[in-house]
């Protein structure tokens, strides 16, 4: 049995679209390494920076996650093939399919910005977190002005049709 302690540049595209760890930042892990009969169980944990987006007000998120890590790497050799194992690459295994799962289904769905943050305004856009009083009198959007228009319009002809 091995205790290894490593750092190394996260891959590119380790996360989902709105959270994920940037490209080069430390991955720090603590691992166990065990020789099996087939050849050897790495268990432990990994620690990683986020970076990402707020899923309702767009602000920049910055987190850390740490993440448990366990694989077993077989022998070359082996034919435990319906294992969904790593293979041993003489002494080299490769962590990074291992660390990608884990982070990812570690990863929410919905990043917040902070747990209860109210959004943007549908109307104007604006942070509601910054301004929970917020509100508009009536819709500003110039879209629906024309549209209400167009409607008096319909309405009108419909009515003039019905008097013939
Ligand atoms: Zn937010
Ligand atoms: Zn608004």
């Known amino acids: 049995m091995r205790r290894l302690r490593l750092t190394a540049p996260a891959p590119t595209d380790l996360g989902i679209e709105l959270l994920g760890v940037p490209v080069g930042s ?14 050897v169980l790495a268990s432990g944990q990994a620690r990683v920076r986020l970076r990402g ?49 884990s982070v990812v289904l570690a990863l929410p769905f919905q990043p917040l910005c902070e747990p209860d943050c ?6 104007c856009g604006a942070r509601l977190s910054d301004d929970p009083a917020h509100a508009h009198d009536e819709s500003i959007d110039p879209r ?11 309405a009108g002809e419909a009515a003039s049709t019905d008097e013939e």
């Open 53 to 101: 987006e707020c899923a309702r007000c767009l602000d920049p998120v910055e987190d850390e996650l740490e993440v448990q890590l366990q694989e077993l790497y077989v022998y070359p050799e082996s034919d435990a093939e319906e294992h969904e194992a790593g293979r041993l690459d003489g002494e080299l295994l490769d962590l990074e399919p291992v660390l990608r799962d």
């Open 118 to 123: 109210l959004g943007l305004c549908v109307d």
């Open 144 to 154: 629906w002005a024309a549209l209400s228009g167009l409607k008096t319009t319909e």
């Open 26 to 39: 430390p991955v720090e892990a603590e691992l166990r390494l065990e020789a099996v009969m087939e050849g």
